[in-house]
């Protein structure tokens, strides 16, 4: 399966500021996803990262917020806008990939952002 | 997207057999049934997919009844290292389609 790499893999930010997240794939892959992942739970999808359009976000997640960038099929960006405490958590990359006897999802070891 | 309802949390001892079961009743026809394991600290990772019967690999089992509402993962002679929260997810239709988790079973392995 593909590999996937984030950077930064933690940050400490200042409310107020904003911080981009890089998410690099070792191959091309039709589609990107952001998650978030509060302490002790589960992961919330924020959106699909479309190669060539805009992304597609869920409900409670807006574009303003969380600017989605998708150049190309091997590379996404998620930027966190003017953060704040809450906008503290874990944020997770993802890959769809198709292959022989495998449907699935490859993930990040996401970027763990604190905003004091 | 097939809702899908787990145990909150299992423990287990080493050396032990663990089976955990994952109900998903709106299961559709072309989904396939997939389990993710997360530790802390890092993404998700795939565990074992299977559409029905019994599929195996070297690391799980999974078995799937004929009438595929639920699915088990079945964990063989478990270790301290297989202390994680793991994941059913349905839904793939042979296709992508976006990732919807539930809350997972965290699963603690004891000495």
């Known amino acids: 399966s593909a590999v996937i790499s984030q950077k930064p893999s933690r940050d400490i930010c200042q409310r107020g500021t904003s911080l981009t997240i890089q998410c690099q794939v070792d191959?091309?892959?039709?589609?990107m996803f952001w998650y978030r992942q509060q302490p002790g739970q589960s992961l919330t999808l924020i959106a699909t990262?479309?190669?060539?359009?805009?992304?597609?976000?869920e409900s409670g997640f807006v574009i303003d917020k969380f600017p989605i960038s998708r150049p190309n099929l091997t590379f996404s960006t998620l930027t966190v806008s003017n953060m704040s405490p809450e906008d503290s958590s874990i944020y997770l990359c993802?890959?769809?990939?198709?292959?022989?006897?495998?449907?699935?999802?490859?993930f990040g070891s996401g970027t763990r952002l604190t905003v004091v | 997207l097939a809702k899908t309802t787990q145990p909150i949390s299992m423990d287990s001892y080493e050396g032990q057999e663990v089976n955990i079961t994952c109900s998903h009743n709106?299961?559709?026809?072309?989904?396939?049934i997939t389990w993710y394991q997360q530790f802390p600290s890092q993404g998700p990772r795939f565990i074992i997919q299977?559409?029905?019967t019994k599929v195996t690999n070297e690391v799980a089992s999974l078995f799937i009844p004929a009438d595929r509402k639920s699915s088990t993962l079945s964990l063989p002679r478990v270790s301290l290292s297989d202390t994680a929260v793991y994941y059913c997810?349905?839904?793939?239709?042979?296709?992508?389609?976006?990732?919807?988790f539930g809350a997972g079973t965290r699963l603690a392995v004891h000495p």
């Open positions: 993802s890959a769809w990939e198709q292959g022989a006897g495998f449907y699935g999802y490859t």
């Open positions: 191959s091309q892959v039709t589609m």
């Open positions: 990262a479309n190669q060539g359009s805009e992304a597609t976000y």
């Open positions: 709106n299961i559709a026809t072309n989904d396939y």
């Open positions: 299977g559409y029905k």
């Open positions: 997810l349905v839904g793939l239709s042979g296709g992508y389609n976006k990732l919807i």
